[in-house]
């Protein structure tokens, strides 16, 4: 029997009409091809199940909100389909959230890096402690933050965008990433910013459906070609990771971890 500790879970709760989906994962919330498999479908079932009404998207712990791609699944990949199938995990991880019917409310509890930021550009409305710092890693192993690219942009706008994925080794502050418009509050303690995500939920949980549903659908508007868009991309990001300069990359950054 398999360890589930080691292998990360998945798991949702609903309750007066909000759904809480929480993920983990012992390597720092790091998100490898099951648990974005997991994740997806989730996502997607939340969004159709008529008893839901809002989302909470959260991960386990108090220091890391997510660490992104799993370095152990990277350093693995040999081909070209197995490295474009990897990346399209976090695109469907973004499609879904694009696409659910339901506001999804993000509780970012500590640090996001790469896929990690890409997951709360996907969010509907973000809200962060203090210690929630950003990074976009994926240059610094030889990638690039192409597939999140489009959520980060979209949300952040291209500048910030592309200030991220240039500045791939430095972190940037909760503060910066609020006045860059991807947190929409960033709290001291994660008790105030529970406090507040659960007061914003039931407030959403009580508002018109449909309401919500057009709302959701006109501000995801210019988006429609994600799909191809994030298979591209996925290609790219699959093309790159096999190369010697990221392999030598990636086995660096797991040393010093």
């Known amino acids: 029997m398999q360890d589930k500790t080691k292998l990360g879970s998945v798991d949702t709760v609903v309750k ?10 012992p390597a720092h919330n790091s998100l490898p091809g099951h648990l974005l498999g997991l994740l997806a479908g989730a996502i997607t079932e939340a969004g159709q199940a008529d008893s839901v009404k809002v989302i909470i998207l ?4 108090e220091r890391t909100f997510c660490a992104g791609a799993s370095f152990d699944e990277l350093i693995a990949i040999r081909d070209l389909e197995t490295g474009k199938r990897f990346f399209m995990g976090f ?3 973004i499609n879904a959230m694009r696409e659910c019917p339901k506001f999804i409310i993000g509780r970012i509890q500590g640090k996001a890096v790469g896929g990690g930021v890409g997951l709360c550009s996907a969010a509907d409305y973000c809200i962060a402690t203090k210690w929630a710092s950003v ?7 030889g990638i690039g933050p192409f597939v999140v690219g ?10 910030a965008m592309t200030h991220l994925a240039i500045n791939a080794t430095e972190w940037q502050t909760a503060q910066w990433a609020k006045e860059k418009g991807l947190f929409n509050e ?3 303690t994660a008790a105030q910013m529970d406090a507040y995500i659960a007061h914003l939920a039931e407030k959403l949980a009580e508002s018109n459906p449909e309401a919500m549903r057009l709302l959701k659908q006109v501000s ?4 429609e070609n994600w799909r ?16 010697d300069f990221t392999v030598k990359a990636i086995q660096k950054f797991k040393q010093k971890a």
């Open 91 to 93: 695109a469907n991880v």
């Open 228 to 243: 191809s868009l994030l298979e591209e991309r996925a290609a790219i990001s699959g093309r790159l990771v096999l190369s």
């Open 220 to 223: 995801w508007e210019g988006t």
């Open 16 to 25: 007066g009409g909000i759904a809480t989906i929480s993920f983990e994962h």
């Open 135 to 141: 990074k976009l890693s994926e240059l610094a192993i």
């Open 58 to 61: 959260q991960s386990a712990g």
């Open 150 to 159: 489009p959520a980060v942009a979209r949300k952040m706008g291209a500048s």
């Open 186 to 188: 960033v709290f001291d």
